[in-house]
């Protein structure tokens, strides 16, 4: 993942450049943003970015980081959509995904790491 590690870091740097842009405007010039509250539209970028990268892990063949980032996107949706119950839910798997992710990038790193000597 050479090549596409420059790419991952690409994509969530502009998602959160623009969650940063689409909380500023909201807080400084307009209250609304096409209608939708700034928050609600940032968390929907933040989503997408994580999709985004889910389908960049896909297109390179690491299926287990497709799914820990895809879960973390699909929590994140669970916690826009839904009401009560839904949002634990989503905030169970917004945890768990991200836990999976940080254990599959340490023991990729440990693995490195032994190759190097």
Not at 8 to 37: D, S, W
Not at 64 to 82: E, M, N, R
Not at 99 to 105: C, E, H, I, S, T
Request: hydrophobic share 60%; aromatic share 10%.
């Amino acid at each position: 993942m050479d090549d596409s590690a420059d790419l991952q870091g690409t994509i969530i740097g502009l998602g959160t450049l623009l969650v940063v842009a689409i909380l500023a405007i909201g807080t400084f010039l307009t209250p609304t943003i096409a209608g939708f509250e700034p928050i609600t539209l940032a968390g929907w970028v933040f989503a997408a970015t994580l999709g985004a990268v889910a389908t960049l892990h896909a297109l390179v063949g690491q299926y287990d980081l497709t799914w820990g980032f895809g879960g973390v996107a699909v929590g994140w949706l669970f916690v826009l959509v839904g009401t009560g119950a839904q949002v634990l839910i989503g905030l169970f798997v917004l945890v768990v995904s991200g836990l999976y992710v940080v254990l599959v990038v340490r023991r990729r790193n440990r693995a490195l790491a032994e190759l190097a000597g």
